[in-house]
């Protein structure tokens, strides 16, 4: 079987893959945090110890 070098890619998949990116962050073994919504309100980041995080911001607790 011969194999094509260039292919065009879906947007339609793209755009629909990306909705889904991320929208679960699993972290260490059974927590898992569920995002739903601005993932722009989400900051990553390393503390001087080596040990990754994250920040959550938000307007009111449901």
Request: hydrophobic residues 30%.
């Amino acid at each position: 079987m011969e194999l094509a070098d260039n292919f065009e890619i879906s947007t339609h998949a793209v755009k629909r893959q990306a909705r889904i990116f991320k929208s679960v962050l699993k972290l260490d073994k059974n927590f898992h945090i569920y995002i739903h919504g601005d993932r722009n309100r989400i900051e990553q980041g390393v503390d001087e110890q080596g040990r990754k995080f994250y920040k959550i911001y938000y307007d009111k607790e449901s």
